[in-house]
């Protein structure tokens, strides 16, 4: 068991405020990622999910909701058979430049097995998150999403 980061960073056109939207409305990430739509109250404590055609893909716990700056919370795919000592954790931190948005995506307390050592797929931490955060910024510049990330 190791515990590997993941970090990913990219410039957004767009306003803290839509920003926030697009990485907490369900009718949002159905468009960016990959399909999955997404349920949470976002009170810390609370659960976040996603689901990938009607089926679970991706639970959580909120462990920071500060709106238009930091959203974080535990990640866990009932699918993935890795034994962990602790969840994996997914923050998103949002900074304003102007008329731009700093976003970094942060996915810590990785296995091994959470990186997928192939560039034709989009499997793992390192191919899932980049392709996720490109079609994010794709979709709130030009409001069409990439039609190779699409679901």
Known sequence: MSNQTFVYTTYI????????QALTNSEDTERYFFGSKLQSSWKLGEYVSFFRAEKLDVTGELVEVIPYEKLSYTWS??????????PSVVTFSLKEMDDTVKLTLIHSNL???DI????DTFLGANNGWPAIMSN???????GETLKAIQA
Request: proline letters at 9%.
């Open 13 to 20: 056109r767009t306003n803290p405020e839509r920003l926030w």
């Open 77 to 86: 795919a009932p699918e993935n058979p890795t034994l962990r000592n602790e």
């Open 111 to 113: 296995a091994e097995s």
């Open 116 to 119: 997928v050592d192939s560039s």
């Open 136 to 142: 994010l910024k794709s979709y709130l510049e030009t």
